[in-house]
């Protein structure tokens, strides 16, 4: 079975200052891969997608993710942080089946201290 | 991409009760999903929505606690029925369109309580 691992349930930076967010996925093929934002009290937003093409992804708000197949790793980066990306966000698979079944990861709560 | 709405937004409800949630897409879709994310928890699909069938339940879930319809490409329904305070959740719509169902989009969600 899949499984997305978010290896921080807690992440905290300081305004200006660099974000990492780390992802390890399962799957022994390529996978579709994601990041999503959830603001609070809102649904979730697409910020990236990988689907092979570059393993460097660029989303919106400044956000980017590289995929690397030898770590299985899928981390999410922002060079400067904004108190508006106070969120959570999760790490997320897509199984590639033909109904694109989403395994998500357990999500990484950001804070961003003034 | 698809501007997704649900109804309602929030509700409280009793104990032995039963809720409709509705997820309403400003254009057609290829897939409909539901998803639940309980408290502190992170999404579990539920099920796909089926346009004019029965709809495809995942492990855990049965069609009679959560009866699903999706009459038409724009429209599907989600009814938690028989509901105890374990239901009390955010349950999500989502859609992926054209031949990229991998790529979903989501709704911005159904906060329930049940007391």
């Known amino acids: 079975a899949q499984s997305v691992t978010q290896l921080d349930s807690h992440v905290s930076v300081s305004e200006g200052t660099p974000v990492l967010l780390r992802c390890n996925y399962s799957?022994?093929?390529?996978?579709?891969l994601f990041w999503y934002v959830q603001h609070p009290n809102k649904g979730l937003q697409l910020l990236l997608k990988?689907?092979?093409?570059?393993?460097l992804v660029k989303g919106i708000n400044g956000f980017e993710a590289e995929f690397k197949k030898s770590e299985t790793s899928f981390h999410l980066t922002k060079p400067s942080a904004h108190m508006s990306d106070a969120a959570e966000y999760f790490c997320?698979?897509?199984?590639?089946?033909?109904?694109?079944?989403?395994?998500f990861g357990q999500g990484t709560i950001l804070t961003v201290h003034p | 991409s698809a501007v997704i709405s649900q109804k309602p937004s929030r509700d409280i409800c009793q104990r032995g009760t039963s809720l409709t949630i509705q997820c309403q897409v400003d254009?057609?879709?290829?897939?409909m999903f539901w998803y639940r994310q309980q408290p502190g928890q992170s999404l579990t699909l539920i099920a796909t929505?089926?346009?004019?069938?029965?709809?495809?339940?995942e492990s855990g879930f049965v069609i009679d606690k959560f009866p699903i319809s999706r009459p038409n490409l724009t429209f599907s329904t989600l009814t938690v029925s028989n509901m105890s305070p374990e239901d009390s959740s955010i349950y999500l719509c989502?859609?992926?369109?054209?031949?990229?169902?991998?790529?979903?989009?989501f709704g911005p969600g159904t906060r329930l309580t049940v007391l």
């Open positions: 997320v698979e897509s199984g590639g089946t033909s109904y694109g079944k989403l395994t």
């Open positions: 254009s057609q879709v290829t897939m």
């Open positions: 989502s859609v992926s369109q054209g031949e990229s169902t991998d790529t979903q989009y």
């Open positions: 990988y689907t092979s093409a570059a393993t």
């Open positions: 929505a089926n346009q004019g069938s029965e709809a495809t339940y």
């Open positions: 799957s022994s093929y390529s996978p579709s």
